[in-house]
């Protein structure tokens, strides 16, 4: 394509909103542009990269026996009641009625489309297994869109959903999806992790989530140091370094004292001399303990770890139960239902359920809120003088922990998810009545799974990962185009005849080529390649010509090569060979 009939406007700065450089530099680029929060128009710079990942996924998938199809964005609510998620998605699904007043969402994710598809084309054991997939837009009405096509309100993805006849097949299949999605990361060259992960309110027991390491990742990661042990931090069991058990051996009588303006871990530590890792805190929640349940009312609980310790929502979500993460207490709830106000309150005495952490669970004679404004109680006993409804890893594992693996201890990353896996089991097929005859002609339901990549969350975070103060550093597997000519004196007409002749014979090859043939400085043009950040770049001008000389510029390391211009087509063919990510 050439410039001068292309539709690109670089941009010197980036609007303030732009909060991380992928983000910045897309929009620079001119490749996206806001048409509302976390929704964006594409321009043709993006879609070529989005089109070349879509490619790379239906080759992968499509070799494993996966089949393509294409479901409706707008789905009737009975549907979506069938498996109760209308309700347990909560406000992330948008909602709405047509002129019928029949009520409608947005597909935020389709396993009930897909589960309802199915069951009616499958009728026997013979017709599985089966793994189909589909490349759309979905809608997630985000509270809090950011860092443009990181998280979107609308975004693409590609999500597929298997089906076989039992959970040996569904494994099987399961490990098909995550080779293929090693094999679709691997061929974009960029630096992943597999980790473990929450099933978040998809469902399943088995799961793991594909992560590009970048700084501005929202995930927090948790990785072994000596082994291959990797999760998210939202499931990373938690194990002390060094866990501390009380030295005290005899349960001494509970004291009530005054504790006039510590309400903090912080400021209670500093007066009583006692570490916060011996203090305990109480939080206050509430959530629906019970998924199945359609009771909407939230149910108020308890949860104690160590002063030192952070709460972990999704831990919690799991141990009870829970269709989502539970919500704090605000201050006021908080005070109906213990008493005080936060800083002030504990487990002695309270008529609602109370979860303990593991870490507390070795401390004795500890102290707590006494549930009366500006007092606290010391050597207070679980077992003795409040009974734990139940005892679980509720707290955030952190950097230096012992690796779950036994194996050395934990470092930190952070991570963008671009995909996610997951065995569901029968979780939707039961619901929605999918089943088949097996060979003994019982009705069963469906074994399934379900897999998903964010196709332009990816190419987002694929430019998070690969840039310099100058720009973009495209991986050659999906840069929207692989050669950027730099046309220096496009009014000259040696210039532009050897330009010409390059551009046609790398498009003669297939390649995709962008030649800048504006009537622009120099400097210009060079700003402009660097923030674009095709992997290539040539470079045509009068003086280089006269000298029998082209440039060939490698944007990764901004090496300079000078080349003939009779060898510059195959020069170029070599640097793009030698570009490609090595295999695994
Ligand atoms: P997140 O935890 O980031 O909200 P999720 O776990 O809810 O994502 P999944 O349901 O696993 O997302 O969706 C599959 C993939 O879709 C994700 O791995 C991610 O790459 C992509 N994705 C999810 N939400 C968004 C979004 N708001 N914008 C862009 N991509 C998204
Ligand atoms: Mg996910």
Redesign the pocket.
């Known amino acids: 394509m050439k410039w001068t009939q292309a539709h690109i406007f670089t941009l010197k700065e980036a609007p303030a909103d732009a909060e991380i450089p992928s983000h910045r530099l897309m929009i620079r680029a001119g490749m996206i542009k806001k048409l509302a929060p ?1 929704m964006y128009t594409y321009g043709n710079l993006a879609l070529r990269a989005i089109r070349k990942f879509e490619a790379i996924i239906r080759e992968e998938l499509d070799k494993r026996g996966c089949v393509e199809i294409l479901m409706p964005m707008v789905h009737p609510k009975e549907l979506w009641e069938e498996t109760n998620r209308w309700t347990e998605m909560g406000a992330g699904l948008l909602k709405f009625q047509n002129r019928n007043q029949q009520w409608y969402c947005l597909g ?2 389709h396993e009930e489309a897909v589960t309802d598809y199915i069951r009616h084309d499958v009728k026997s054991y013979r017709d599985l297994p089966r793994t189909l997939y589909q490349i759309q837009t ?1 809608y ?1 009405d ?1 509270v809090r ?1 950011r860092f443009g ?5 609308e ?3 590609k ?1 597929a959903y298997s089906f076989d006849i039992d959970q040996a097949g569904a494994l099987k299949t399961y490990q098909v999806m995550y080779d293929a999605y090693r094999a679709i990361f691997d061929r974009l060259g960029l630096n992943y992790r597999i980790v473990q ?2 099933a ?1 309110n ?1 469902g399943g027991s088995q799961t793991h ?2 992560q590009l390491l970048a700084d501005a990742g ?2 927090s990661l948790l990785v072994g140091d000596s082994s291959d042990f990797a999760a998210n931090i939202e499931v990373c069991p938690a194990i002390d370094a060094e866990l501390h058990v009380s030295s005290e051996k005899e349960l001494k009588p509970i004291e009530k004292f005054a504790t006039p303006g510590l309400k903090s871990i912080g400021t209670l530590s500093k007066s009583t001399g006692i570490p916060p890792k011996e203090l305990v805190k109480t939080l206050f929640f509430s959530g629906n303990d019970d998924v199945e349940s359609k009771d909407k009312e939230l149910k108020p609980f308890a949860v104690l770890l160590r002063g030192s310790d952070t709460i972990n929502p999704v831990k919690v979500k799991n141990l009870l139960g829970m269709a989502n993460p539970p919500q704090l207490l605000t201050d006021e709830e908080v005070k109906k239902v213990s008493g005080a106000w936060p800083g002030s309150c504990g487990p002695v005495g309270l008529t609602i359920p109370i979860y303990l952490d593991n870490g507390v669970s070795g401390l004795k004679n500890y102290i707590v809120g006494a549930n009366q404004d500006a007092f606290h109680l010391k050597n207070v006993n679980h077992g003795r003088d409040y009974q734990p409804t139940k005892v679980g890893d509720l707290r955030m594992a952190q950097a230096g922990d012992k690796c779950p693996s036994g194996k050395g201890n934990l470092q930190a990353f952070r991570g ?5 896996v ?1 065995y569901l089991g029968t979780k939707y097929s039961s619901k929605m009545n999918a089943s088949f005859l097996n060979q003994e002609g019982k009705a069963q339901p469906i074994e399934m799974g379900c897999y ?7 190419v987002q ?1 694929a430019i998070e990962q690969c840039h310099d103060q100058d720009g973009i550093i495209w991986p050659l597997a999906i840069a929207p185009f692989q050669v950027h000519i730099c046309v220096l004196d496009p009014k000259d007409e040696k210039v532009m005849n050897a330009s010409q002749a390059l551009y046609a014979g790398l498009q003669a090859q297939g390649i995709d080529v962008l030649m800048d043939d504006r009537d622009e400085r120099p400097g210009v043009k060079f700003k402009d390649a660097d923030l674009l950040g095709m992997p290539l770049r040539i470079v045509f001008g009068k003086k280089g010509l006269d000298n029998n000389e082209v440039e060939l510029v490698v944007r990764k390391d901004k090496q300079v090569k000078k080349v003939a211009p009779d060898a510059i087509l195959r020069s170029v063919l070599e640097a793009l060979q030698n570009l490609k990510p090595s295999p695994r």
């Not at 096509?149 to 309100?153: D, E, I, V």
């Not at 998903?452 to 990816?458: D, K, P, Q, W």
């Open positions: 976390g935020a994710t979905k997630r985000e869109p096509l990181m998280r979107g309100r975004f693409s993805m999500d992960a929450d978040g998809i989530e594909f929202e995930d963008i998810e671009v995909g996610h997951f998903g990549i964010g196709v332009t969350r990816t975070a």
